[in-house]
């Protein structure tokens, strides 16, 4: 790329920092929050004052300032145990995203630029894909492969392609009819170079939104596949396998054991969801908001 | 009316393929992945002439070809073969006992968010630009982002444990059943004037719908708000203003015309809405498909599993269908 266009890209890019940008607060808010889990993933060892696997000594202690959170059934310390329990949810996550991403957006490029027979047939299938309930397809993908971590980030990166593909094509059937490509191709740009020079970086802003708000949806699959037990086995810590260890003490007024794992879905994909939507609207041209 | 017709008739035969797409999809899924599907969802310890009889009960020992026709063959003709565990019924009689409670909550779950969708959103349009306009802004991202197993059991806890207003788990206090006419537990004591039914139906109901009807709510906060104060701007609700027409008359023009994209929304939302049930069932232990899913994966019942995920397929096509055909009667832009 010449050095304008770098220019061009990078200011496109890092405008939602600019401080007079409108919606700035909430990718703000949402990357501190990103952040602020990201943190608690690599740094748990020395965060956490208890090991999340071994008991304590005291069993469903309510919280205190001995355990801030209070302890489990096994007399674990429900605080360590949230913060261990960023790593799965984290790695799964983004394994599964960067996956549906990497198949995704190829595929949306490729139908939306060539057109044809290819991209009806794709098309179709990814509509039908995209119309089947996302949680229900990972359950049945994961309940083939077996519970294991792996096999579900593979569910969900099968759930999630059909997202990135749908945006990609459309942004790439605009695009393409637009003048500046015409006289890239007028110019004798071949397929690859029009694609890569010309319509990839004019698409960039849409594949980061697609990402955050589709991570933002992955972080709430990964945790209902988890409360289901397709993910994670004991003693393995992670937000939705806690909150579904915790629901048999609820009816004893035990809440300490539910509300703090499920609490942290909820923040994570808050976070990834305001970066989502601060983006959508600071990337769109004026007119559009 | 003959180009709604037509419509209508070219939109309901091309469900056929979408079907078949999803039915592949879900013969692949259950079939091609890991080599042999009773083999992973059984487990390593079971002898392998058992193994082999599983397969052949579940038609997996032919070529795959000679399968997948027989599948396509058996689900037209509504024949989803016989569960494996128990008494081996017909999945097809499974389902129809378990269809129906999954109906009910996603009706009354449905009802709720639109209805919290559309104050929620007309209070921001109206309000545009003030606080109120933000926290409602924020509320439609909050209630995306809220995990439902979470929500549900905080509700639980408030409502259920220390208030004892609602239950915290089934569909009707043990007994209490209505005579079955249609499965849902509502209309039955409606239909049969069983009052005690009806209340204690109504409030099992509560909460689950409660829970998946606020997670599904925000994105129609947004909808209805961003296309409100698109219609408020157009020419005629300004000469209706000129006019010196009621607020609340020009309230009510304005939604009007504001509703049409809410349907197209309601389609998309629905898969969703699915997907929630499942996550809803299983934390108010609400006897539907979901459950019914999860229960046969435990138990390794293969057919079953099967059998609730083209059913879920095929409901998906249908309501799809409904919509289109809904929207093409709303707005007649849209058959042309």
């Not at chain 1, 993933?41 to 202690?61: C, H, M, Q, R």
């Not at chain 1, 190829?106 to 047939?121: A, E, H, N």
């Not at chain 2, 209490?176 to 109504?202: C, H, K, Q």
């Given at each position: 790329?010449?050095?304008?266009?770098?220019?061009?890209?990078?200011?496109?890019?890092?405008?939602?920092?600019?401080?007079?940008?409108?919606?700035?607060?909430?990718?703000?808010?949402?990357l501190?929050?990103?952040?602020?889990?990201?943190?608690?993933?690599?740094l748990?060892?020395?965060?956490?004052?208890?090991?999340?696997?071994?008991?304590?000594?005291?069993?469903?202690a309510?919280?205190?300032?001995?355990?801030?959170?209070?302890?489990?059934?096994?007399?674990?310390?429900?605080?360590?145990?949230?913060?261990?329990?960023?790593?799965v949810?984290?790695?799964?996550v983004?394994?599964?995203?960067?996956?549906?991403?990497?198949?995704?957006?190829?595929?949306?490029?490729?139908?939306?630029?060539?057109?044809?027979?290819?991209?009806?047939?794709?098309?179709?299938?990814?509509?039908?894909?995209?119309?089947?309930?996302?949680?229900?397809?990972?359950?049945?993908?994961?309940?083939?492969?077996?519970?294991?971590i792996?096999?579900?980030?593979?569910?969900?990166?099968?759930?999630?392609?059909?997202?990135?593909?749908?945006?990609?094509?459309?942004?790439?059937?605009?695009?393409?009819?637009?003048?500046?490509?015409?006289?890239?191709?007028?110019?004798?740009?071949?397929?690859?170079?029009?694609?890569?020079?010309?319509?990839?970086?004019?698409?960039?802003?849409?594949?980061?939104?697609v990402?955050?708000?589709?991570?933002?949806?992955?972080?709430?699959?990964?945790?209902g596949?988890?409360?289901?037990?397709?993910?994670?086995?004991?003693?393995?810590?992670?937000?939705?396998?806690?909150?579904?260890?915790?629901?048999p003490?609820?009816?004893?007024?035990?809440?300490?054991?539910?509300t703090?794992?499920?609490?942290?879905?909820?923040?994570?994909?808050?976070g990834?969801?305001?970066?989502?939507?601060?983006?959508?609207?600071?990337?769109?041209?004026?007119?559009?908001r | 009316?003959?180009?709604?017709?037509a419509?209508i008739?070219?939109?309901?035969?091309?469900?056929?393929?979408?079907v078949?797409?999803l039915?592949?999809?879900?013969?692949?899924?259950?079939?091609?992945?890991?080599?042999?599907?009773?083999?992973?969802?059984?487990?390593?310890?079971?002898?392998?002439?058992?193994?082999?009889?599983?397969?052949?009960?579940?038609?997996?020992?032919?070529?795959?070809?000679?399968?997948?026709?027989?599948?396509?063959?058996?689900?037209?003709?509504?024949?989803?073969?016989r569960?494996?565990?128990?008494?081996?019924?017909?999945?097809?009689?499974?389902?129809?006992?378990?269809?129906?409670?999954?109906?009910?909550?996603?009706?009354?779950?449905?009802?709720?968010?639109?209805?919290?969708?559309?104050?929620?959103?007309?209070?921001?349009?109206?309000r545009?630009g003030?606080?109120?306009?933000?926290?409602?802004r924020?509320?439609?991202?909050?209630?995306?982002?809220?995990?439902?197993?979470?929500?549900g059991?905080?509700?639980?806890?408030?409502?259920?444990?220390?208030?004892?207003?609602?239950?915290?788990?089934?569909?009707?206090?043990?007994?209490?059943?209505?005579?079955?006419?249609?499965?849902?537990?509502?209309?039955?004591?409606?239909?049969?004037?069983?009052?005690?039914?009806?209340?204690s139906?109504?409030?099992?109901?509560?909460?689950?719908?409660?829970?998946?009807?606020?997670?599904?709510s925000?994105?129609?906060?947004?909808?209805?708000?961003n296309?409100?104060?698109?219609?408020?701007?157009?020419?005629?609700?300004?000469?209706y203003?000129?006019?010196?027409?009621?607020?609340?008359?020009?309230?009510?023009?304005?939604?009007?015309?504001?509703f049409?994209?809410?349907?197209?929304?309601?389609?998309?939302?629905?898969?969703?809405?699915?997907?929630?049930?499942?996550?809803?069932?299983?934390?108010?232990?609400?006897?539907?498909?979901?459950?019914?899913?999860?229960?046969?994966?435990?138990?390794?019942?293969?057919?079953?599993?099967?059998?609730?995920?083209?059913f879920?397929?095929?409901?998906?096509?249908?309501?799809?269908?409904?919509?289109?055909?809904?929207?093409?009667l709303?707005?007649?832009?849209?058959?042309?």
């Amino acid at each position: 790329m010449e050095n304008a266009e770098v220019k061009t890209l990078a200011r496109r890019l890092f405008k939602p920092l600019i401080p007079e940008a409108e919606g700035r607060w909430m990718v703000i808010s949402g990357l501190a929050i990103v952040i602020f889990v990201l943190l608690l993933a690599l740094l748990a060892e020395f965060i956490a004052p208890y090991n999340p696997t071994k008991s304590t000594g005291d069993v469903l202690a309510p919280p205190s300032l001995k355990h801030p959170m209070g302890t489990d059934n096994l007399g674990r310390d429900v605080l360590s145990r949230v913060i261990f329990g960023s790593r799965v949810v984290l790695m799964v996550v983004f394994t599964a995203s960067l996956l549906s991403m990497s198949i995704g957006v190829p595929l949306g490029l490729i139908s939306g630029y060539f057109g044809g027979k290819l991209d009806r047939t794709l098309s179709m299938l990814m509509d039908s894909m995209y119309a089947f309930p996302s949680l229900i397809l990972a359950i049945a993908i994961a309940a083939v492969l077996g519970p294991s971590i792996l096999n579900a980030m593979v569910a969900i990166s099968v759930v999630y392609v059909p997202t990135y593909f749908r945006m990609i094509r459309g942004q790439t059937l605009s695009i393409k009819s637009r003048l500046f490509v015409e006289a890239a191709k007028a110019m004798g740009a071949g397929h690859f170079k029009t694609l890569s020079r010309y319509i990839l970086p004019n698409i960039v802003t849409t594949i980061i939104v697609v990402f955050s708000l589709s991570v933002a949806d992955a972080i709430l699959t990964e945790a209902g596949l988890s409360f289901l037990g397709f993910i994670v086995t004991a003693p393995t810590p992670d937000w939705g396998y806690d909150l579904s260890a915790g629901k048999p003490y609820l009816p004893a007024g035990y809440w300490w054991m539910i509300t703090f794992p499920g609490m942290m879905v909820m923040i994570l994909a808050l976070g990834f969801a305001l970066i989502g939507e601060g983006l959508s609207e600071l990337y769109a041209p004026r007119g559009e908001r | 009316m003959s180009s709604l017709k037509a419509y209508i008739i070219t939109r309901a035969l091309l469900v056929l393929p979408t079907v078949i797409i999803l039915l592949t999809l879900v013969f692949f899924i259950l079939r091609i992945l890991p080599g042999d599907p009773i083999a992973a969802m059984v487990g390593q310890k079971v002898p392998p002439e058992v193994l082999e009889k599983m397969r052949e009960e579940a038609g997996l020992n032919k070529p795959i070809l000679v399968q997948y026709i027989s599948y396509l063959y058996d689900i037209f003709r509504g024949d989803f073969g016989r569960s494996m565990i128990w008494g081996k019924r017909p999945v097809i009689n499974e389902i129809a006992d378990r269809f129906p409670a999954t109906l009910e909550l996603t009706i009354f779950a449905f009802t709720i968010s639109v209805l919290l969708g559309i104050l929620t959103g007309s209070i921001a349009a109206f309000r545009r630009g003030s606080k109120l306009d933000a926290s409602m802004r924020v509320y439609s991202i909050v209630a995306y982002t809220l995990f439902i197993p979470w929500f549900g059991m905080l509700l639980q806890m408030l409502f259920g444990v220390y208030m004892h207003i609602f239950p915290i788990g089934g569909r009707i206090a043990p007994g209490m059943e209505p005579e079955r006419i249609t499965g849902l537990y509502v209309l039955d004591s409606i239909l049969t004037f069983n009052g005690e039914a009806l209340s204690s139906a109504l409030l099992h109901l509560f909460l689950p719908s409660l829970t998946l009807g606020v997670v599904l709510s925000g994105a129609y906060t947004r909808i209805v708000r961003n296309n409100l104060i698109e219609v408020l701007h157009q020419d005629f609700i300004t000469a209706y203003r000129a006019r010196g027409i009621r607020r609340s008359r020009i309230a009510y023009h304005a939604m009007k015309n504001a509703f049409i994209p809410v349907i197209t929304l309601m389609g998309l939302q629905f898969a969703i809405l699915l997907a929630g049930a499942v996550l809803t069932e299983t934390t108010f232990s609400w006897p539907g498909m979901g459950t019914f899913l999860l229960e046969r994966i435990q138990y390794r019942d293969y057919t079953s599993v099967q059998g609730a995920i083209v059913f879920y397929a095929l409901f998906v096509a249908v309501i799809s269908l409904i919509v289109d055909i809904i929207y093409a009667l709303l707005d007649p832009r849209i058959r042309y």
